[in-house]
């Protein structure tokens, strides 16, 4: 006859190869795997930069110290539970009080966590420094975008008018950037992860964040504190190129409006533009028929009171949040993948004809809130006065759509 | 037989079959004849539950049970709350169809009368003895019961007394609730030296107290609060037509004004008037060194703080071009658009929290702060 204790040996060797068991190790065994990504481009481990270099070299000491004591903390866990379980034996005898166990147990977390400490504050306080900085950028955050503005300055070696873009910041390689963030509407966190820690960005506050690239290239990040429905699709990159690529970024930014030729598909997408566009979106330049300037009043029809300056739309790659790409998947990889001192320049080349992302763009002009979702039907917005949150459906038809397509390919 | 919950049940079952029909025959959408219809089907199969189960109860035929059950030997005492939550019942249906604080009021009457049912019902079967049972009900609800009836009494009390606060005039707030303070002392007084008086007429004194404290509070509510002088504003008079951003006088939106400010780490950009005459700005961490113009976000909350340097009362005003308001007669009219601080003494700062919709461009001479009185005060704002 077997005894108990060897039936309750076979129940456990059973549980040990059971479903539960085999999925637990599968699913740990993903886990482990997914720390090999090799196609990562927010990874904390790769830094690119000064101050996301000073955030690496501390995770490198807290995080081993961190696994190493959760580790022993764990097998004594498993020695204790394995060691002590009930097997019918009678209570052992019952203490109280170890002085010296208690003081030991006391003093060695309390060293660890001095020696944690001091690195950390003393982190955290060069993290915060910005007095080096040299090139000012204004970041606002909105539902679910970011505005990035370029206030004159004898900083980023001159800028005599302001530059309004979005999604993507430029900045010169080696130069310190001052990034002044703040929200519109509800709290951002502007992360790039390869340059710098997050920072949040609240409404009526005005804080700061030192970036600086040690190389040309595209850093990718993302709004790192929820703030609503497409908090997924508020997406951000810094585009570092070499000091005379800058140079012609700024140029391009500053360069007058160019209305498009006479009796262009393009022309008749300018007039489309005005007409179904331009209330919110202001395109630097635009004139309506009587010469008049065309000013943007998106404070009157989206809550955050902003939309996206379109006026050097294509110079840009992506779009909505930067949630989706303006080049294809092969032109996007020319620039993306190119080398540190060719990014600039094929950065620079924007987005022609040939390179657009033409689907992408067609399903957003053609129903936005369908691609990502956004608090955009005014009449369902009760508590926003009819103010919508994002780009709503403006039902264009095919035609406006080609017309404006037309007219956003000369938006360089 | 039916027993008396299978009863309440069918009785329940029948009336949301009725509203389904009637919800279903009068108002568009399913999801109501849905809901009434899943409840009807619900309190059916309790109805069935009560009826095979006789309530629980034990058997009717059982004579002996029946004599020996403590649930038998002693009748229920007559109780409120069975009114309360009808009362609570009908008040949450008429909230239904006329106000959502109605609503409110009978849903708090409904759950608080059917908890003061439940533990009272349950109490009373717990035993055959009536004092035990109070006491059990006591146990279970007075920890409950007396800190909410504190808190309800306490908050009528408050109530009552800020309504009749807000109902007299200052200069009569302060006699009448003076007067009040030297009463209650008195009474107080008198109880404490008189132990020999009955604490029936201590707690009558208190009572009545009480009750005129609470008459008068709702007297007070139904005449409504005294007017209460609203305090104008650089902004409300700006509004108004009032130019007093362009004004170096002094106004009464200007007395009284705090001229200090704590929050810094909130100011998007500080203005300085120096003493002489200049307006230059620092930012939030490094400035725009080489910027004769201070950019700001659009339709952004911007806090600017003014800090005078001065040897005047000045304030800071910002030009932002034209805008077009409707007159008194509805007809628009294009006036010009500035807001300002008040005016602050020497060495004194002022926030001001500007948002600003249109960008710079919009206003053909742009935008600029300025300080009425100095000419040469004058600073480029840009709003990309």
């Known amino acids: ?412 | 037989m039916l027993t008396t919950g299978s009863k309440f049940l069918i009785g329940a079952t029948v009336l949301a079959l009725v509203s389904a029909i009637a919800y279903g025959v009068t108002q568009d959408g399913v999801m109501g004849t849905i809901g009434l219809l899943s409840a009807a089907c619900a309190l059916a199969f309790l109805a069935g539950v009560n009826i095979f189960t006789r309530d629980s109860n034990i058997w009717a035929d059982e004579i002996a049970s029946v004599e020996t059950a403590p649930a038998a030997a002693r009748p229920p005492a007559d109780s409120p709350w069975p009114l309360a939550f009808a009362l609570g019942t009908v008040v949450l249906t008429v909230g239904l169809v006329t106000y959502q604080a109605v609503f409110i009021v009978g849903v708090v009457l409904m759950l608080a009368a059917g908890a003061e049912w439940t533990a009272e019902a349950w109490a009373e079967r717990a035993s055959a003895d009536a004092t035990f049972n109070a006491e059990v009900r006591s146990r279970i609800a007075n920890p409950l019961e007396f800190p909410l009836a504190a808190a309800i009494g306490i908050g009528i009390i408050v109530y009552a007394f800020s309504r009749i606060m807000l109902w007299l005039s200052k200069t009569n707030t302060v006699v009448f609730f003076s007067m009040m303070g030297i009463v209650i002392i008195t009474v107080a007084f008198f109880i404490a030296y008189r132990p020999g008086l009955k604490s029936r007429a201590a707690f009558g004194a208190i009572a009545v107290g009480v009750l005129a404290l609470v008459a008068g509070g709702a007297a007070a509510g139904l005449d409504g609060e005294r007017p209460i002088k609203v305090h104008e504003t650089t902004e409300g008079l700006s509004n108004e037509g009032v130019d007093i951003c362009s004004s170096t006088e002094k106004f009464e939106a200007d007395k009284k004004a705090s001229q200090s400010v704590g929050a810094r780490a909130s100011v998007a950009a500080t203005i300085t008037l120096s003493d002489d005459g200049q307006l230059t700005f620092e930012l939030n961490g490094p400035s725009q060194e080489g910027s004769d113009a201070l950019t700001l976000p659009r339709s952004n909350p911007n806090n600017v703080l003014f800090v005078n340097r001065s040897d005047d009362y000045r304030r800071l005003s910002l030009d932002l071009g034209t805008r077009t308001v409707a007159d008194e007669e509805g007809v628009d009219e294009v006036v010009p658009f500035l807001v300002c601080t008040t005016l602050i003494d020497t060495d004194s700062e002022q926030n001001k929290t500007i948002t600003i919709g249109a960008p710079s461009i919009a206003a053909p001479d742009g935008y600029y702060f300025f300080v009425p009185g100095v000419e040469s005060a004058r600073l480029e704002l840009v709003v990309p």
């Open chain 1, 1 to 412: 006859m077997e005894s108990a204790s060897t039936v309750n040996e076979v129940s456990r060797r059973a549980k040990l190869r059971g479903p539960s068991a085999r999925i637990a190790l599968v699913a740990g065994l993903g886990v482990l795997a997914a720390g090999c990504a090799q196609d990562a481009p927010q990874d904390t481990w790769d830094p690119a930069g000064p101050n996301a270099q000073m955030i690496n070299d501390l995770d490198w000491l807290v995080f081993p110290i961190a696994g190493v004591v959760g580790l022993i903390v764990m097998v004594f866990i498993a020695i204790i539970v394995v060691k002590f379980r009930d097997r019918g034996q009678a209570i052992p005898e019952q203490t109280h009080g170890k002085p010296a166990l208690e003081i030991i147990l006391t003093i060695i977390p309390a060293l660890i966590l001095i020696g944690i400490t001091i690195p950390t504050v003393s982190t955290i306080m060069a993290l915060s420094e910005t007095d080096d900085t040299e090139c000012v950028v204004n970041v606002t955050g909105q539902q679910w975008w970011w505005e990035i503005d370029y206030p004159q300055q004898d900083g980023c070696s001159g800028i005599a008018s302001p530059i309004v873009t979005s999604g993507q910041m430029v900045i010169p390689v080696g130069t310190p950037v001052l990034v002044r963030g703040t929200s519109r509407d509800v709290i951002h966190s502007w992360w790039i992860p390869r340059l710098n820690g997050k920072k949040d960005m609240v409404p009526g506050r005005v804080h700061t964040v030192r970036l600086e690239a040690d190389e040309p290239g595209i850093y990718a990040g993302q709004c790192t504190e929820f703030c609503g429905l497409s908090h997924a699709n508020m997406r951000m990159e810094v585009i570092a190129m070499l000091p005379d690529d800058f140079e012609a970024w700024k140029a391009q930014q500053l360069a007058p409006y160019q209305p498009p030729a006479e009796a262009s598909l393009a022309a008749t997408g300018e007039a489309t533009f005005v007409a179904q566009c331009s209330s919110c979106h202001q395109v630097n330049g635009l004139e309506d028929a009587t010469g008049n300037l065309i000013i943007a009043q998106p404070q009157e029809r989206v809550y955050s009171g902003a939309a996206p300056n379109l006026s050097h739309f294509m110079t840009r790659n992506t779009f909505a949040g930067a949630s989706w790409d303006l080049l294809t998947d092969e032109c996007r990889a020319n620039v993306w993948d190119a080398p540190p001192d060719v990014v600039g320049e094929r950065y620079l080349e924007g987005v022609n004809a040939d390179c657009l992302n033409s689907v992408d763009l067609r399903n957003w002009l053609r129903n936005a809130p369908a691609m990502k979702p956004m608090y955009a039907d005014a009449e369902k917005l009760e508590k926003t006065d009819g103010l919508v949150r994002g780009m709503p459906n403006l039902a264009l038809s095919e035609d406006q759509i080609d017309e404006l397509i037309a007219y956003l390919l000369e938006r360089k």
